[in-house]
């Protein structure tokens, strides 16, 4: 079983800043099935990223993913304030299929 | 415009069942793999089922392996969960969501149906 270890577990920081979140796998994942989501209070979650570094539809470019193997980011540029939230990473591995959240980090307001 | 609403949740007493729906708009279910995710209120992120299109596979986390059943009907545009044996570790919010094909992702989520398991 796959195990996604997110950190920071909270990070806090400004308008303006950059965010970087970190997303350990325990074993190597395919790039192609790394995502990440953004969950808001009280909100469902959203799909940010998928295949480690491509947007989904209508997510601003100062979102932007990377990594490969066991070790991925996300990366926000300029924080907004619409962008603290909590967010998830996921990856999928068939045979037998499974998929896995990591377990968050929530981005605060410094 | 994609919407999933779900609905059916509520208060269950340890061992019941319940039967949780997905109503699906502004898309062909029927081309769509689809997904169940649940969330205890203030925790992450699990996933709990999947379905092909027509629903000759469906695959399920091994916490609730033959307890819970997934399926489908494509020509009411409609998701189903039922839950069975329930425990209070089931309690949660169960989300249904659309399986943004290729890429082991969820593209598009519904709000949630909240089903709590206590006597």
């Known amino acids: 079983e796959i195990v996604l270890t997110q950190s920071p577990g909270t990070l806090s920081l400004s308008p303006g800043e950059r965010a970087t979140l970190s997303c350990r796998a325990s074993q190597s994942v395919s790039s192609k099935y790394l995502t990440w989501y953004q969950q808001k209070p009280g909100q469902a979650p959203r799909l940010l990223i998928y295949?480690?570094?491509s947007r989904a539809t209508g997510i601003p470019d100062r979102f932007s993913g990377s990594g490969s193997g066991t070790d991925f980011t996300l990366t926000i540029s300029r924080l907004e304030s619409e962008d603290f939230a909590v967010y998830y990473c996921?990856?999928?591995?068939?045979?037998?299929?499974?998929?896995?959240f990591g377990q968050g980090t929530k981005l605060e307001i410094k | 415009e994609v919407l999933l609403v779900e609905s059916g949740g509520g208060l269950v007493q340890p061992g019941g069942s319940l039967r949780l729906s997905c109503a699906a708009s502004g898309f062909t279910l029927s081309n769509y793999w689809m997904h169940w995710v649940r969330q205890v209120p203030g925790k992450g992120l699990v996933w709990v089922s999947r379905?092909?299109?027509?629903?000759?596979?469906?695959n399920y986390a091994d916490s609730v392996k033959g307890r819970f059943t997934i399926s489908r009907d494509n020509a009411k545009n409609t998701l189903f969960l039922q839950l069975s044996s329930l425990t209070a570790e089931d309690t949660a919010l169960y989300y249904c969501?659309?399986?943004?094909?290729?890429?082991?992702?969820?593209?598009?989520w519904g709000q949630g149906a909240l089903v709590t398991v206590s006597s």
């Open positions: 969501g659309r399986a943004y094909a290729g890429y082991g992702a969820v593209d598009y």
């Open positions: 996921q990856q999928f591995r068939d045979s037998p299929p499974v998929y896995t």
């Open positions: 295949a480690t570094s």
């Open positions: 379905i092909d299109r027509d629903g000759s596979t469906r």
